[in-house]
């Protein structure tokens, strides 16, 4: 069961909800078939619980976006990418655990 707290991103609103966004933005570049993408999912979830308000967690789905994960140079998944004020400003490549994640990330908030 997903969080509905993640935002599942297409391509058509990509940019109002990721490039305008006034708080920093976290995009798990990801696929359906990629296992470790489906073992990184649970901890996008509670990281959305943790951050909720403070940041806005997403989803792209690569094969139905695939032009705007290779815009960012999206070359292996999962990849997470924080978004402030617009502009990519840390890459995270793997799957970790959320001990490891978190401090990455809030460290943009």
């Known amino acids: 069961m997903s969080n509905p707290k993640v935002i599942n991103l297409q391509s058509d609103d990509f940019e109002e909800t990721v490039i305008k966004s006034e708080i920093p933005v976290v995009v798990?570049?990801?696929?359906?078939?990629?296992?470790?993408?489906?073992?990184?999912?649970?901890?996008?979830?509670?990281i959305a619980d943790d951050l909720d308000g403070k940041a806005k967690i997403c989803k792209l789905n690569i094969d139905d976006n695939g032009a705007i994960a290779a815009s960012f140079g999206v070359m292996s998944i999962p990849t997470l990418l924080v978004f402030k004020d617009g502009q990519p400003v840390e890459r995270i490549v793997g799957s970790r655990p959320k001990e490891q994640l978190l401090p990455m990330i809030e460290r943009f908030l």
């Open 28 to 46: 798990d570049f990801w696929a359906e078939w990629c296992s470790p993408c489906r073992m990184l999912a649970p901890i996008i979830d509670q």
